[in-house]
């Protein structure tokens, strides 16, 4: 990606980090916390169940093969948190380094735990992880339909910087 | 599809090696055209900014005495385009025309387009974000709109 990114003036946040334990509005207990590499197996598991209806810009891989390869990756740098229910993820945030001092943030949630508040915590504490680890610029690409994920975003403190592209982009600052 | 036109890209700035990507993208529309009957026109585009470059660098080394000009550019990229094409299609069964152009990247496919009556565009446009989110680069963007035609794009 450019740098020639712009990010809003205001500072978001702050926002609380993990670990927490929350209620889902099922009524399920689930724990936010910082993702390790000894995740990796959780978190493959939790890929290779989801909906491939619901993929998003060629992510969760759609070969079962490509998908561990893809998690470890990924995990390899930047700031992840999990949602972690009856021992099992149901959903992982991430802030994934880009190379020019920013991070590229993605999330999802197992089709199952959808609709329940999950996403909006993560996406929550995974910010206030952000702000842990000295994270201080964020951006991100929505597909253009997608105004549900746009929304939580939005109410999160991102802002739309890029609508000229195929995929929005928008971006915050913490700290 | 009667003529497809691939366009391929080079790794470094030198145009000797083409990305993976490239190679995969013409053996796609190799096997595709020979499927159908159909031609491939394979283009490549020497940018300005790498033709200054190597225009500056070849005449600070006197010595040389070689002659880099608008002309060895252009026959530079139909080179290139040809050896990606003799690489990959070496046993697919059609006809290839190498194109080679120096100049901005959209405005030369249009351009070469029209020239062969390209009724179909193979390019390699997305790319991966860091995340491994599949994004549109800018030039591929522009081209999907823009090209009077199906368009093949693969992930980079």
Same mark, same amino acid.
């Given at each position: 990606?450019?740098? *020639?990114?712009?990010? @809003?003036?205001? #500072?978001?946040?702050?926002?609380?980090?993990?670990? !927490? +334990? &929350?209620? %889902?509005?099922?009524?399920?207990?689930?724990?936010?916390?910082?993702?390790?590499?000894?995740?990796?197996?959780?978190?493959?598991?939790?890929?290779?169940?989801?909906?491939?209806?619901?993929? *998003?810009?060629?992510? @969760?891989?759609? #070969?079962?093969?490509?998908?561990?390869?893809?998690? !470890? +990756? &990924?995990? %390899?740098?930047?700031?992840?948190?999990?949602?972690?229910?009856?021992?099992?993820?149901?959903?992982?945030?991430?802030?994934?380094?880009?190379?020019?001092?920013?991070?590229?943030?993605?999330?999802?949630?197992?089709?199952?735990?959808?609709?329940?508040?999950?996403?909006?915590?993560?996406?929550?504490?995974?910010?206030?992880?952000?702000?842990?680890?000295?994270?201080?610029?964020?951006?991100?690409?929505?597909?253009?339909?997608?105004?549900?994920?746009?929304?939580?975003?939005?109410?999160?403190?991102?802002?739309?910087?890029?609508?000229?592209?195929?995929?929005?982009?928008?971006?915050?600052?913490?700290? | 599809?009667?003529?497809?036109?691939?366009?391929?890209?080079?790794?470094?700035?030198?145009?000797?090696?083409?990305?993976?990507?490239?190679?995969?993208?013409?053996?796609?529309?190799?096997?595709?055209?020979?499927?159908?009957?159909?031609?491939?026109?394979?283009?490549?585009?020497?940018?300005?900014?790498?033709?200054?470059?190597?225009?500056?660098?070849?005449?600070?080394?006197?010595?040389?005495?070689?002659?880099?000009?608008?002309?060895?550019?252009?026959?530079?990229?139909?080179?290139?385009?040809?050896?990606?094409?003799?690489?990959?299609?070496?046993?697919?069964?059609?006809?290839?025309?190498?194109?080679?152009?120096?100049?901005?990247?959209?405005?030369?496919?249009?351009?070469?387009?029209?020239?062969?009556?390209?009724?179909?565009?193979?390019?390699?446009?997305?790319?991966?974000?860091?995340?491994?989110?599949?994004?549109?680069?800018?030039?591929?963007?522009?081209?999907?709109?823009?090209?009077?035609?199906?368009?093949?794009?693969?992930?980079?």
């Amino acid at each position: 990606m450019n740098n *020639a990114r712009e990010y @809003p003036s205001t #500072d978001a946040g702050p926002f609380p980090a993990p670990p !927490a +334990t &929350i209620e %889902d509005r099922a009524g399920r207990t689930v724990e936010l916390e910082l993702a390790t590499t000894e995740t990796l197996d959780g978190l493959v598991e939790m890929y290779d169940a989801f909906d491939p209806a619901q993929r *998003a810009q060629g992510i @969760p891989p759609s #070969d079962p093969e490509r998908i561990k390869p893809w998690v !470890a +990756t &990924i995990l %390899d740098g930047g700031v992840h948190v999990i949602a972690r229910h009856d021992q099992s993820v149901s959903g992982h945030a991430m802030l994934v380094p880009d190379g020019g001092g920013a991070f590229e943030l993605a999330i999802f949630v197992l089709q199952s735990y959808q609709g329940a508040g999950i996403g909006r915590q993560l996406l929550e504490h995974l910010l206030g992880a952000g702000e842990a680890a000295s994270v201080e610029r964020i951006w991100l690409t929505v597909e253009r339909w997608n105004t549900p994920a746009m929304e939580l975003y939005r109410s999160v403190g991102f802002e739309t910087v890029r609508a000229d592209r195929f995929d929005l982009e928008m971006a915050m600052s913490i700290q | 599809m009667k003529r497809a036109l691939v366009v391929v890209e080079a790794a470094d700035h030198v145009d000797v090696h083409p990305t993976e990507g490239s190679k995969e993208i013409t053996k796609l529309a190799g096997e595709l055209a020979a499927g159908v009957g159909a031609e491939l026109v394979i283009m490549h585009v020497t940018t300005e900014q790498d033709y200054q470059d190597r225009h500056r660098q070849l005449s600070s080394m006197e010595e040389l005495d070689v002659e880099y000009d608008v002309d060895t550019a252009a026959r530079g990229a139909r080179q290139f385009a040809a050896n990606v094409a003799n690489e990959v299609l070496a046993d697919i069964d059609v006809e290839v025309t190498p194109v080679g152009r120096l100049g901005e990247i959209t405005e030369k496919v249009y351009s070469v387009a029209e020239e062969f009556e390209c009724d179909h565009l193979f390019i390699t446009g997305r790319r991966r974000s860091p995340a491994g989110k599949a994004i549109f680069g800018d030039v591929a963007q522009s081209l999907i709109l823009n090209f009077e035609g199906p368009v093949t794009v693969t992930t980079a």
